[in-house]
């Protein structure tokens, strides 16, 4: 099955640093998500995005659905120890589950 | 209080051995998942199902089984047939139209 591509795999960075990760597909996807999970739970919903384009915030979250449709980024500004987790993207096309990206495993250096 | 319950947390089993897991949501949602999680792999599809009795295989159906019986419950058995069971397993469910999936709490299943 497919998945999407995600990068970094890991990220190592300093409190107080902003963090920007993407994803890519060779596929168009109509919907863009992106998670967070921490150790031993599942992943929570942090944004979800519905066209082309679209820039959303959430607090210091700010993901954009890329206008070909094959991408998606999530950057998280001015970063803080409890940021630290595995970070997930999501697409959706058709009439399909979602498929998922392998993570980015993010932590944060007091 | 509305979400998804995965039970139980941990389980242990011995190799050769069927176990199922659970999965109930109170959401009235109408689509559910079964997820697999292996270090380093991401979230693979096991089963899905969009509605009450029926259901899909995902990317790696084999080894495993659904039912969905009722609205609100979609248990996963693994059986011996899985080669590699022990991981982490979560369920989600979502409204109509595979979007927007809510995850449970997981499962990790270790196989001795």
């Known amino acids: 099955g497919q998945q999407l591509n995600q990068s970094p795999q890991s990220m190592f960075i300093q409190e107080g640093e902003d963090v920007s990760m993407n994803c890519t597909s060779s596929s168009i996807f109509n919907t863009w998500l992106w998670y967070k999970q921490e150790p031993g739970e599942g992943p929570v919903l942090l944004i979800a995005l519905y066209k082309a384009g679209e820039l959303t915030s959430n607090g210091r979250l700010t993901a954009q659905f890329g206008i070909t449709r094959k991408d998606s980024f999530l950057n998280i500004s001015a970063s803080i120890p409890s940021d630290v987790g595995i970070y997930f993207c999501?697409?959706?096309?058709?009439?399909?589950?979602?498929?998922f990206g392998k993570g980015t495993r993010l932590s944060v250096i007091a | 209080d509305g979400g998804i319950t995965q039970s139980p947390k941990y389980l242990f089993r011995k190799e050769g051995q069927n176990v199922t897991l659970s999965c109930e949501q109170n959401l009235n949602h109408d689509a559910m998942y079964w997820y697999r999680q292996d270090p380093g792999q991401g979230l693979r599809l096991i089963y899905y199902s969009q509605i009450v009795n029926d259901f899909q295989k995902g990317d790696i159906a084999e080894g495993y089984s659904v039912s969905r019986e009722k609205k609100e419950s979609f248990p996963l058995t693994v059986t011996s047939a899985q080669k590699n069971p022990t991981a982490f397993y979560l369920c989600?469910?979502?409204?109509?139209?595979?979007?927007?999936?809510?995850f449970g709490q997981g499962t990790r299943l270790t196989v001795v």
């Open positions: 989600a469910s979502s409204t109509g139209g595979y979007t927007e999936a809510f």
């Open positions: 999501a697409g959706q096309k058709g009439n399909t589950p979602l498929v």
